[in-house]
């Protein structure tokens, strides 16, 4: 929220009309949940009445093992820890997280 306001000052916005955000799945974050907070802590200011676009990031991995890049599925959908992930063609869990930790804000459209 303080990227939005910030950027808004910054180009001498008056209204923000729209914002979008990239959520990586691995935050585990719930895009409704995150909306509502975004509304409630943008009343009042540029951004109040904004219109929020919640993109879900598939997570990506890379494997030191074998070498394998891309998507993995999760086996078990864990809302209060992570779940260990593993590389999907050799199993290895020695891997790097390539995407889905993210929760930025992309752009926002203002007046
Ligand atoms: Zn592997």
Redesign the pocket.
Same mark, same amino acid.
Do not use: A, L, V
């Given at each position: 929220m303080d990227a939005v306001l910030d950027a808004a000052r910054k180009n001498d916005a008056k209204h923000v009309n729209e914002v979008f955000i990239e959520i990586g799945e691995l935050t585990a974050l719930n895009p409704d949940q995150l909306k509502f907070i975004f509304e409630t802590i943008s009343a009042g200011t540029v951004a109040e009445g904004a219109k929020y676009n919640m993109e879900v990031i598939k997570p990506l991995i890379s !494997?030191?093992? @074998?070498?394998?890049n891309g998507a993995i599925e999760f086996f078990e959908k864990l809302h209060f820890f992570l779940p260990v992930i593993r !590389?999907?063609? @050799?199993?290895?869990a020695d891997?790097d997280i390539i995407a889905g930790r993210e929760c930025c804000v992309k752009k926002i459209k203002i007046s």
């Open positions: !494997c030191k093992k @074998c070498g394998y !590389c999907p063609k @050799c199993g290895d891997i």
